[in-house]
């Protein structure tokens, strides 16, 4: 589908949402109608940005609007303005848009999230969200992307078939980069992995949301919805309220490092494609330097002996 059927913005992003163009998009397909729908939702001068006309939008109407997103924070206004260019790429690609007034707007560079979740915060809010039936998806979303140190998105959608339970392993594709890889289950979460399965082997989600039926079980937690039930989650448990789930993928990496594994290791188990990618987690720490002066020492004592 490469028409549009009108001149309102919404127009444009259904016809973006529904092309072929949109359908080679790699990262996950989900994400991006969500922040499509933030996007249409937005006020700008009392106007849904929905019901605007995606030609008669300016740079400096961009900009603007770009302003108010940010308020929800700097890197989720980036993402949308990211997809809100492609789609106007795509208008123009098909001679409905005019111009991008999204390509030369200035966007800010977030600064780096420093919140940390502690083992007490994990603690915490797993027995909290797992206490309850309508919640305990989200605990078993918490508790993957911690374990495995991966993205909520990957969890969230994560299905039964990727789930070895007779070597306990994980089997996964990640979508935003589209590696794989291949994680050890410990005892104690195989152990919730089997008595989920027990209740939920029927349909494709290891983490439904059983608040959302559907004519073949349940659906999936969307992203919207994984933040509102995790902050509710949060202030039950009575932990940092600045906490994020996904932030939970940041805190195992960075553990990871301060235990001293190497590099080329943690990135089998994150999917990072290169080093580069995993030296922000390589932050100076009293952890990280007493690991490396203790391996240092003990490298010593053992090089002295064998004289």
Not at 240 to 262: H, K, Y
Not at 290 to 298: D, E, F, G, H, Q
Request: glycine share 6%; proline share 4%; with cysteine.
């Amino acid at each position: 589908m490469n028409e549009i059927n009108g001149v309102l913005m919404e127009s444009l992003v259904d016809a973006y949402l529904n092309s072929r163009d949109f359908n080679r998009v790699t990262a996950s397909q989900d994400q991006y109608r969500y922040w499509m729908r933030v996007f249409c939702e937005t006020k700008w001068n009392g106007k849904a940005i929905r019901n605007l006309r995606y030609n008669d939008v300016t740079t400096p109407q961009a900009q603007e609007i770009y302003d108010i997103i940010s308020d929800r924070g700097i890197t989720f206004a980036n993402r949308i303005v990211s997809v809100v260019r492609k789609m106007y790429n795509f208008g123009k690609k098909y001679g409905h848009v005019d111009g991008n007034p999204w390509s030369s707007i200035q966007m800010e560079t977030p600064k780096p999230r420093k919140v940390m979740w502690q083992p007490d915060d994990v603690k915490k809010f797993l027995d909290t969200a797992y206490s309850k039936f309508n919640t305990r998806g989200i605990g078993l979303i918490a508790h993957m992307a911690y374990e495995w140190a991966q993205r909520i998105g990957d969890m969230r959608m994560l299905t039964w078939d990727k789930i070895d339970f007779e070597n306990n392993v994980l089997h996964l594709e990640q979508s935003k980069r589209r590696a794989v890889v291949h994680l050890p289950i410990s005892d104690d979460l195989m152990d919730i992995l089997r008595q989920q399965n027990g209740a939920f082997d029927w349909q494709p989600y290891v983490a439904p949301n059983v608040n959302a039926r559907t004519d073949n079980g349940y659906a999936p937690y969307g992203l919207e919805v994984v933040s509102r039930v995790a902050k509710k989650v949060i202030i039950e448990a009575g932990i940092n309220p600045e906490l994020r789930l996904a932030d939970l993928r940041r805190t195992a990496t960075t553990e990871m490092v301060e235990a001293g594994v190497g590099i080329a290791q943690i990135m089998q188990v994150t999917g990072h494609q290169s080093p580069q990618s995993v030296t922000p987690y390589m932050k100076n720490t009293l952890t990280g330097a007493t690991n490396a002066c203790t391996l240092r020492s003990v490298h010593m004592a053992g090089d002295t002996s064998s004289r």
